[in-house]
DNA sequence: AAATATTATGTAACCCGTTACATCTAAAGC
DNA sequence: GCTTTAGATGTAACGGGTTACATAATATTT
């Protein structure tokens, strides 16, 4: 490996003024830089981040923590921070957490040991008083963690009753929701989204609510459970695009047809919703927007000293395909 | 950040021999390790990796190069090898190359810079050339590269022979093609397998091949032409999975039945298949074991100083789903 | 008891950049 | 012509570990 000092050597200077060339630094006269520049061509000499890193405390890394890259709802949020921190000279790590805590402070505590810059983190589990003990500059993406910590976020209550109230403009009288595992925040709030809309009709049964753990065959069984006790049920609100395909599929096997007998509106907007058939209706976040605007955040937060932590929330929006009914169609049974 | 220096200081020891205690090297007193251990944990002392890293040029950090973690097939892959060199105290990088090779080169360049300790490759594009310039291990996965350089693969050949013997198992009489974009490897490689088996049909044109380039939409696009062009068509080896689903789009829009007029047989194996109805055959390859093998060579080639090169080929596995014909079943016109 | 081996610990060089500080030259100001 | 200032470059400390080498104290061998 060639270092500085063979730079300088080569060039007749010093390792310094070697320094001062390559970041642009200091005094250099001209003839000396133009020496300079063409030792470092001679040589192909690259700088050691390394030893950057040890001098400076930063390495011009940050990480993305996500519960599993395997669900597809984490590659676009994943592909949308790489683009925007590569863009800016940093490397990208991904961590999958399983929303464990354990392994989320294993993490926590490799990343400072390699200075890393700044960790973004999509997570349920993680709590303040962990995050608290780094001084890494963090963004909650997706889910909001403590109270002075930034996040970006979507409108999921909101969007959620906007799905319900959806379906009830297409003219569905009986509501249910498949819900995520009790753990996720996104599971809440979307539940209140539903509930709110719900809750007053004289037709809501709590047992219009059934889990499916945002896992696709498990919706797809609560999603056959749920129908069979109630078939009256003629609209679905799920809390996820993939428990949303999984309905799609559990109907198909109960021979109910969808949008016909059976409205299916989910929540997230990835691809995976396009390529059924029928192609699923759903509350899309805009997810590669709010992965690279967290990126941009968290890049804000390490440059800016007096950076001043702050809460940014999207909003999602329905996109109408084929697994809901279209207005004013009548229905058909 | 407390450093091995104030360790030292209130164990009333040098840096040499808290760094002895820290890797258990040379020689310590008990009662020495005992009370430089209860100074590192009193200051909650944790090594910079990045001191370190410089002495040894070693980073503990890996990379993986895919062209899009978005593409479905990757994500899992991503996974095991996260998980695989995760277990072994490795950090995990991830670059999306969108197979260009000035991205390539970029991430070469940047992680050599940063003293990576092996990198696992997914390109199509990158050549021998480039990377013999780089002295870090490397292992090139799902596709060859250069001929002395370690990679896991599938039996891409063989594996398409199968589906296309499979088809006509099931009693297909003309089997097409909807294949990946030319400069992927394994574009060629299934397009051998199938003509192996199709060549010489005297049913075979060579309009039977088109391409859907690994997306979606133009598999659905392609596969729609094709069978308005070539209504005899009674079988289709899909090049992947991805577009195995466009092509299962396709046939529900042009009102073909599957599998009843038309058996669908694609390649990867990846969870996609199995959310749409009819789910996919498919030709699996093990992909999460491609991964984690390709994890375990490339620490065993950065452990290992006199590693030999090796290939593995893995084969890929028949799963029998719902959008081909049953063995025997009639063929219903 | 002397010679040798083993155990224990410290000193300082090293990894490779960056930058504060010192030094020196040449141009500008008076 | 002398002082001041800007421009140019070098020296060396620094970041935080690791380890070769030196030294010292015990333990073992003969």
């Known amino acids: 490996m060639t270092t500085i000092k063979d730079v300088a050597k080569l060039a007749g200077v010093s390792t310094a003024t070697v320094s001062r060339v390559m970041n642009g630094t200091g005094y250099v006269n001209p003839s000396t830089k133009k020496k300079v520049n063409s030792a470092i061509k001679q040589l192909d000499y690259r700088p050691n981040d390394v030893a950057r ?14 519960p599993d890259i ?16 590569n863009h800016h ?12 805590i354990e392994k989320e402070q ?15 983190i999509v997570s349920s589990t993680i709590t303040k008083e962990l995050i608290s003990k780094i001084k890494i500059p963090i963004i909650a993406l997706d889910r909001i963690i403590g109270a002075n910590m930034s996040s970006v976020t979507v409108n999921n209550r909101e969007g959620a009753r906007e799905a319900v109230r959806y379906l009830k403009s297409i003219g569905c009288q009986r509501i249910a929701h498949i819900c995520g595992p009790d753990h996720v925040i996104n599971t809440a709030e979307r539940m209140k989204g539903y509930l709110d809309e719900v809750k007053d009709e004289d037709w809501f049964l709590s047992s219009y609510i059934v889990s499916g753990e945002y ?7 609560a ?32 021979g109910i047809r969808v949008p016909d007998e059976l409205s ?17 209706t759903t509350m899309a976040q805009p997810i590669y927007e709010i992965g690279a605007r967290a990126a941009e955040m968290l890049l804000e937060q390490i440059n800016d000293s007096k950076y001043q932590s702050k809460r940014e929330e999207f909003t999602v929006q329905l996109i109408e395909r084929q697994s809901t009914r279209k207005r004013g169609e009548s229905i058909d049974r």
Chains 1, 2 share one sequence.
């Open 89 to 100: 000279g940093y490397t990208f790590i991904l961590c999958n957490t399983d929303d464990e």
């Open 106 to 120: 294993t993490y926590l505590n490799a990343l400072q040991q390699k200075s890393v810059d700044g960790i973004i």
């Open 215 to 221: 896992y696709f065959q498990t919706a797809t069984q």
């Open 70 to 85: 395997m669900n597809p709802f984490f590659p676009e949020l994943a592909r949308a921070v790489e683009d925007v921190t």
């Open 223 to 254: 999603m056959k459970k749920l129908l069979t006790v109630h078939p009256e049920i003629d609209g679905i609100f799920v809390g996820n695009d993939l428990m949303g395909v999984g309905v799609l599929k559990g109907a198909k096997e109960l």
């Open 53 to 66: 890193s040890l001098f400076k405390g930063k390495s011009k890394m940050i990480a993305l923590f996500v």
């Open 264 to 280: 299916v509106i989910a929540f997230d907007g990835i691809m995976l919703g396009e390529t059924t058939t029928p192609s699923l």
